[in-house]
């Protein structure tokens, strides 16, 4: 497997979460505006329903494996047999 492969990975609350905020707010700023209150508790709602350690992956940087361009989140709501999923890639990519 190639090294470049290698950026795709689980997860890591403890070390991910500046980036990942980093990320969003990247994304937020081409989009041009703040999430709407419904949004915003749809995100923050999600992460009591997400294991973040098991649903959420990151790719990272190629030559900066602290910086985040793009996440994606991937799991099952109650009993239901489908799944949401969410995705984000940061504007240079």
């Given at each position: 497997m190639s090294s470049e492969l290698n950026i795709?990975?689980?997860f890591k609350p403890n070390q991910d979460?500046?980036?990942?905020?980093?990320?969003l707010n990247?994304?937020?700023q081409v989009d041009g505006r703040?999430?709407?209150?419904?949004e915003a508790q749809?995100?923050?709602a999600e992460l009591f329903t997400l294991n973040l350690e098991k649903?959420?992956?990151v790719i990272t940087h190629p030559e900066?494996?602290?910086q985040l361009i793009a996440a994606c989140d991937v799991w099952q709501i109650s009993k239901n047999p489908s799944a949401e999923f969410s995705f984000v890639e940061?504007?240079?990519w």
């Amino acid at each position: 497997m190639s090294s470049e492969l290698n950026i795709l990975r689980r997860f890591k609350p403890n070390q991910d979460f500046p980036a990942y905020i980093e990320l969003l707010n990247q994304v937020r700023q081409v989009d041009g505006r703040e999430p709407t209150i419904e949004e915003a508790q749809r995100e923050f709602a999600e992460l009591f329903t997400l294991n973040l350690e098991k649903d959420r992956f990151v790719i990272t940087h190629p030559e900066d494996k602290s910086q985040l361009i793009a996440a994606c989140d991937v799991w099952q709501i109650s009993k239901n047999p489908s799944a949401e999923f969410s995705f984000v890639e940061h504007p240079e990519w």
